[in-house]
């Protein structure tokens, strides 16, 4: 019963820490706390929802979903935060922007879709689970934890590894150095709101399918989750996103299993207070935390 | 005229009394806005001053004046929790963990079985009215007003305007944040207690984010220059959708597009004129 939940929280717990890392990487690089981030979860599972429905496959359709939220999350940076980027308005203003946007569109998505619960098309995956040692594994939660795995893999390669990522932790330093340093900021904004929609769409794809369940307001509940695992794993701080991520998960399916599952989604609400009193740098702490 | 004054007032009761609640929750935001810093947690100090007022007057009777006390208080210390760690810290920390209060506190309302769960809490006697609403406003107007001429107010703007500097002439940073924080928790129960006890009826989801949004976009309409500002926005953006009978099944999408609008085309909103100091007559150099 307990290495069940455990599985069942490693499955949460890994679309946690997909989702808050794109969040994370957007705050670390581009310096800004964009809440319309949690609707590109609902864009990505809305999307992929609309092709399963035309008969792509899950194969087809979470790639595809996650592109497409990359570019709207690309199309909503670009209209809301390069006039504040520009004016170099203080970092609270791209907050209220993107507060009242998230409002206006989930408003719109609500307008246009209803919050109806609406569920991927039948036999989209395969319904069969693998049992190991008396745990079930079903394919989706295989399909999610291998697919968090490949994603959270090439991200940190591509960080650690290769030029650009040391064009983004420059451009995360310094940005006007950055620039004076050949790197060309425009396009690695762009690039950067690209990856982190991505990641949110992705998300989004996995934990629809995880549950079965889409409606429009799914990406607002994630988001809360999503600033619990980014403040317990320090703002900005990669690993400790990916960390985090798990440990909320696996914390909050313990707590839907042995107390009661109403109150799993106060947990993270739990953690990021006693992360703010005990340990505010997160973690790992190893990033300087940014005082007032 | 006092026949037709008592006709109005019979028809329109909800949307005056919403008028002067609202006014006050501009109030609420424009304190914490006014040191620089974000919190969206206004719908939740809100909804802890109503639930507190009205558990404390339908299940023990308590009088009406300490029922607006307990409701001051209560937000207060919540807002304690949550703002002393994260107001030394950069101000992202404050909107996050304001917004996870919120979420938070609707949770414990559905499924804490004193508060009513889901339902929400109805029966609430009805106590104050008028008088109490719009003299709370008025009192908290003329205090903000003072407020805003003297040093304190000075050194509030002088914080928005550039934190490091003020920092650095002594402006004593995290006392000022924190007492911003609290006052505005107080002011935002104050009108949630208000509201509960003319409106009989509260539930949970009364309270979460659209609402915190909402109470944001009222200041950021009307500016925070002055105390007014905010009261103006919220007179306005009350009073539009009665007004544009079509535009109310859209609230929502107006007010998040009146911050969008506001922050990035006109960060000084509506009144941008700014409040005079005391004395300032006197001083003028010649």
Known sequence: MLAQQLVNGLVVGSTYALFALGFTLMFGVLGVV??????????GAFLALFATQHGASIWIALPLAALLSGCVAVVIDAALLTPLR????????????TLGATMLLYSLANAALSTDIRRFPPGVIDATAIEVAG????????LIIAAAGVMVSALLWVMNATRLGLGLRALAERPDVAGLMGVNAGALVRLVSLLSGALAGASGVLIGLNYNAIQPYMGEVMMLKGFAVIILGGLGDIRGALVAGLVVGMLETLTAGYVASSWKDAVGFVLLVLTLWIRPSGLFGRLAVKRA | MAEFLD????????LVYSLGVNGLLALSIYVV??????????????GLGAYVSALLTVKLGVAFPLVLLAAMITPALAALVVGAPTLRLSGVYLALATIGLGEVQRIVFINAEFTGGA????GIPTRGGLIS????LALALVAFVCVARSKIGRAMEAMREDELAAGALGVDLPAYKLGALVVSAMLAGLAGALNAHVSSFISPNDYGFDAAVTILSFALLGGIGSPFGPVLGAFILTLLPEVLRPLADYKTVVNG???VVAVIFMPRGLLAWRMGRAGAAFRRPK
Do not use: C
């Open chain 1, 34 to 43: 964009n809440l319309t981030y949690g609707f590109y979860f609902s864009v």
């Open chain 1, 86 to 97: 520009r004016a170099k308005a203080p970092e609270l203003a791209s907050l209220m922007v």
């Open chain 1, 135 to 142: 745990i079930r594994i079903s394919m989706t939660q295989g």
């Open chain 2, 7 to 14: 006709d109005f007032l019979f028809t329109y009761q909800n």
């Open chain 2, 33 to 46: 806005l006014a040191v620089g810093q974000l919190s969206i947690g206004q719908a939740a100090f809100m």
């Open chain 2, 119 to 122: 339902l929400g809490l109805s």
């Open chain 2, 133 to 136: 609403i719009y003299g709370s």
């Open chain 2, 257 to 259: 597009a009146i911050i």
